[in-house]
């Protein structure tokens, strides 16, 4: 069974910094590409980052380049989000997820076939 179990969200004001972690179990993460997507209270769910399931790509929403990393450790089974520089829009709950196909689309919800229960991020001015 496929397990996605994020952590590391909080409350931070703006400008500083938070460490996401997605554990990841049920499957074999070397095969699977990543992502992390985030849901503002009355939004749409959207794309945040994703890395390629050889973890040399990423790709990123244009607006977190340069202020967050994806990255992945395939013998700790686990995705990470580094998020820096943080601001009051970033307020939303991130989710970890699962790419179901090895296509080259990386930023739509459809492209994700398992998704984790989220982390509550909340970043005050």
């Known amino acids: 069974q496929v397990q996605l179990v994020e952590s590391g969200g909080g409350l931070v004001q703006a400008g500083g910094s938070l460490r996401l972690s997605c554990a990841a179990s049920g499957f074999d993460f070397s095969a699977r590409a990543m992502g992390w997507f985030r849901q503002a209270p009355g939004k749409k769910r959207e794309f945040v980052a994703a890395?390629?399931?050889?973890?040399?790509?990423?790709y990123y929403a244009d607006f977190v380049k340069g202020r967050f990393t994806i990255s992945g450790d395939n013998a700790k089974n686990a995705v990470y989000l580094q998020m820096n520089g943080l601001k009051p829009e970033d307020t939303a709950v991130y989710y970890c997820?699962?790419?179901?196909?090895?296509?080259?689309?990386?930023?739509?919800?459809?492209?994700?076939?398992?998704w984790g229960q989220g982390t509550q991020v909340t970043v005050s001015s």
């Open positions: 890395l390629d399931r050889s973890g040399r790509r990423t």
């Open positions: 997820a699962r790419k179901w196909d090895s296509g080259s689309n990386y930023g739509g919800t459809t492209d994700y076939g398992s």
